[in-house]
């Protein structure tokens, strides 16, 4: 089953182009079923690659899901298109009265500043508080991943000797956890980020697991309440040039960065990126939506 998202959004023809089953808002109004709703709280400077790569992860299930894009009304995007967040987002302040299967929080390039320093810090912070009781299962993604934690735990962040940079091995710690049915004992996912939540803080909250992590790149999957907190510290979402693009964007800066691990042949970026993470990229978003669909309540309103 498709994902339903306006005809106009960008994503649209990008995920049609590549065989993605997605269906404009007009055809869905018109089908008799109870479709997922999933909202997403994109804070990345990519916007229209963000929307594609979740979107595209998401279409990847036999379940019909509706999806509103949610922006900081906080803060002043310098990096969409113009009008593109006024014509396909809302702010949560519009949503506030409704209730979600599911939301995404992605990561932001705000990494090194405190939160509190953050300027739509506290707007986040109150859509964090909303999803504890309004939305089923909240995926956080890298920096917001480290909010939540930080906003629901108090789970500090330190800054990395290095930016974590590259596609790293992953091990599993819980087998029967439903995000990883199907999967191998040990995954491929990119890392980028300058900053880690602490991980003696995380094992120290008995209402947090530690579900996936590695002795070099630390926690990568953490959860609460059974998966109704789901902490992702990386990028299973990423286009096979995102880590490409960050790069060569960081060295055309004269930025100091490494070549990203265990992504070009032989470490050489004159060649293309070999993409070993896609499969259980959409192993693992199918396992979420599968848990959304069989627990979220049938009547949202049901939602405690």
């Keep these: 089953m498709p994902i ?43 916007t229209v690659e963000t929307e594609i790569q979740i979107l595209r992860l998401l279409s990847n299930s036999p379940l019909q899901v509706d999806i509103t894009l949610l922006r900081m009304g906080s803060h002043e995007s310098r990096n969409a298109p113009p009008g593109h967040l006024e014509r396909f987002y809302v702010t949560p302040d519009k949503v506030m009265h409704e209730r979600f299967d599911g939301l995404i929080i992605t990561g932001a390039p705000v990494e090194t500043l405190p939160f509190e320093d953050v300027d739509y810090w506290e707007e986040l912070a109150e859509v964090i508080d909303y999803s504890a009781v309004n939305v089923w299962s909240t995926l956080h993604i890298c920096w917001g991943a480290q909010a939540g934690l930080y906003r629901r735990y108090g789970v500090p962040k330190s800054v990395l000797g290095k930016k974590l940079f590259g596609v790293f091995p992953h091990r599993v710690n819980e087998r029967n956890s439903m995000l990883f049915r199907g ?83 032989g470490d050489n970026p004159e060649l293309p990126p070999v993409v070993r993470w896609r499969a259980h990229a959409h192993l693992f978003f199918r396992n979420w939506l599968g848990y959304v669909y069989q627990e979220t309540p049938y009547d949202l309103r049901d939602l405690k």
């Design 183 to 265: 999967f191998d004992d040990e995954f491929l996912a990119p890392q980028s980020r300058h900053t880690a939540s602490d991980r003696a803080s995380i094992a120290a909250r008995p209402e947090l697991t530690i579900q996936s992590e590695t002795d070099e790149t630390g926690v990568f999957i953490a959860t609460a309440r059974e998966g109704r907190e789901i902490y992702v510290t990386g990028h299973l979402e990423y286009d096979p040039l995102t880590l490409d693009g960050e790069y060569r964007r960081d060295v055309a800066k004269g930025l100091p960065i490494n070549i990203p691990r265990n992504y070009y042949p």
């Design 4 to 46: 339903k998202i306006p005809a106009a959004l960008p994503a649209y023809n990008a995920l049609m182009n590549e065989n993605v089953f997605v269906m404009s808002e007009v055809r869905a109004d018109h089908q008799d079923i109870r479709p997922l709703k999933m909202a997403i709280v994109n804070l990345m400077p990519t």
